[in-house]
């Protein structure tokens, strides 16, 4: 793909934009059909808490989940690589990088809903993700968090070249909502956990064959609502805050160059 970078004056970059979505479309497509086939395979009972799994040998309980955490760390690489691909400015490529995430992530359960008929709703609890730990939570609130990283993304690939775009309180406030979100989707899961182990335990892949038979009885009992809303919050102040000012900028440019 071509880059295309953003000029003054120039039209938003649709073209880019275009097969951005495609690629997070058709990569959501093939992650809904690997997750389906280890559904068919492993989870004949279906995701519904708790996980139930067939029996396997703890050698073979070891090297899947290995596989599954070299998996999604090749999904990130992939999502960096479009990220790259698309632009050589560093907040471009982070903003396609978000945007590709986010389509990714909305579409990966819109084919798991065509296919299976799951989730059944939005509140339908799920592992969402496996590194440094578990991940889970109701299916709206990564939607959610996707919308967000679109609205930001756009915000970014429009505005770039707006002077200090985005300053060092905007990285903090976006940083820190990110933590408040992560703590409110693994705070049930590691408090179900560490009746056993601690949080460095956890992250041991020598533990993973315990790990895994004490998580075939966790069912999650609560979400943080409120945790999470938190993170949520500061994220849309942040963009809110990166668009209104780049718009003003944006709008005072153009004044300046008329009168010029």
Not at 37 to 60: Q, T, V
Not at 90 to 117: E, Q
Not at 183 to 188: A, K, N, P, Q, V
Request: aromatic share 18%; with cysteine; net charge neutral.
């Amino acid at each position: 793909m071509k880059t295309n970078e953003l000029k003054t004056g120039q039209r938003f970059p649709l073209r880019t934009l275009l097969w951005v979505t495609l690629f997070g479309i058709a990569f959501a497509n093939i992650e809904s059909a690997v997750v389906i086939y280890l559904r068919d395979i492993f989870y004949p009972e279906g995701f519904s808490f708790p996980l139930k799994a067939i029996n396997l040998n703890i050698e073979a309980i070891r090297n899947i989940s290995i596989v599954e955490v070299f998996r999604e760390v090749a999904t990130m690489l992939l999502l960096v690589s479009i990220a790259a691909v698309a632009s050589k400015n560093f907040n471009v490529g982070f903003a396609w990088f978000i945007y590709a995430f986010a389509i990714w992530d909305i579409f990966y359960y819109f084919f798991l809903y065509v296919f299976l008929g799951w989730p059944v709703n939005l509140l339908t609890w799920d592992v969402l993700f496996l590194l440094p730990f578990t991940w889970v939570g109701p299916v709206i609130a990564p939607i959610i968090n996707s919308v967000c990283m679109i609205l930001l993304a756009l915000v970014i690939i429009r505005y770039w070249q707006t002077e200090r775009l985005i300053k060092k309180w905007h990285w903090a406030g976006l940083i820190l909502g990110s933590i408040i979100i992560i703590i409110s989707y693994t705070e049930d899961y590691v408090g179900f956990m560490s009746t056993d182990f601690s949080l460095f335990e956890l992250m041991d892949v020598n533990n993973t064959d315990l790990i895994m038979d004490k998580m075939q009885n966790y069912v999650p009992q609560r979400f943080a609502w409120w945790l999470y809303f938190t993170g949520v919050v500061i994220h849309l102040v942040i963009i809110g805050n990166i668009f209104i000012t780049a718009k003003k900028r944006n709008l005072s440019a153009m004044a300046l160059c008329k009168m010029g």
